[in-house]
T-cell receptor, first 114, second 112 residues
Framework: DGGITQSPKYLFRKEGQNVTLSCEQNLNHDAMYWYRQDPGQGLRLIYYSQIVNDFQKGDIAEGYSVSREKKESFPLTVTSAQKNPTAFYLC?????????????FGQGTRLTVV | DAKTTQPNSMESNEEEPVHLPCNHSTISGTDYIHWYRQLPSQGPEYVIHGLTSNVNNRMASLAIAEDRKSSTLILHRATLRDAAVYYCILRDRGEYGNKLVFGAGTILRVKS
């Protein structure tokens, strides 16, 4: 089955530690996105990538890093520089290019700093 | 970035139609209007999109104003499973292609 998979579903991190969230898609999509969602709030864009080996900062990139070494993978690292990392993280992908293509979302990773 | 404005929340009775409005007065001529919805603790799912003409699919209808500065998502018969946050977004062309920028959305409550 084609789709987009995020892992793990729940993640706990100690303060001061870096942690990497996984996002994999087998839809052959060029574009991939990372969003952060806080309770009762909308989605805020962290990073996005239109092609392999290229990515751009979104609206709240500070304290986060990404890589896009393979088309199907777009991991997000939450670094110790992110002051308030506890949130729900969502990854999405789409064909890219034209604005009439839909985005597909993963089921999210809920990160909690303990 | 092109922005959208939606009401914070709306309420509907089950089996009745629901009209969810969205204002996008700064829309550009080539921006598509997309709608997604998000159930609690899940990722958003695509609902419908359009450019200029009204659109219908199995989930909903999208009515786009003639000047394209507003649109309305129409659920013809609301069910309890339609209770979700509904996001209206524009395909926002950033320097390297299309960003997808979400607003706060509209919380739809459906009463039985």
């Amino acid at each position: 089955d084609g789709g987009i998979t995020q892992s793990p579903k729940y993640l706990f991190r100690k303060e001061g530690q870096n942690v990497t969230l996984s996002c994999e898609q087998n839809l052959n999509h060029d574009a991939m996105y990372w969003y952060r969602q806080d309770p009762g709030q909308g989605l805020r864009l962290i990073y996005y990538s239109q092609i392999v080996n290229d990515f751009q900062k979104g609206d709240i990139a500070e304290g986060y890093s990404v890589s896009r070494e393979k088309k199907e993978s777009f991991p997000l690292t939450v670094t110790s520089a992110q002051k308030n990392p506890t949130a729900f993280y969502l990854c999405a992908s789409r064909v890219g290019g034209a604005g009439n293509t839909e985005a597909f979302f993963g089921q999210g990773t809920r990160l909690t700093v303990v | 970035d092109a922005k959208t404005t939606q009401p914070n929340s709306m309420e509907s009775n089950e089996e009745e139609p629901v009209h969810l409005p969205c204002n996008h007065s700064t829309i550009s001529g080539t921006d598509y209007i997309h709608w997604y919805r998000q159930l609690p603790s899940q990722g958003p799912e695509y609902v419908i999109h359009g450019l200029t003409s009204n659109v219908n699919n199995r989930m909903a209808s999208l009515a786009i104003a003639e000047d394209r500065k507003s649109s309305t998502l129409i659920l013809h018969r609301a069910t309890l499973r339609d209770a979700a946050v509904y996001y209206c977004i524009l395909r926002d062309r950033g320097e390297y292609g299309n960003k997808l920028v979400f607003g706060a959305g509209t919380i739809l409550r459906v009463k039985s």
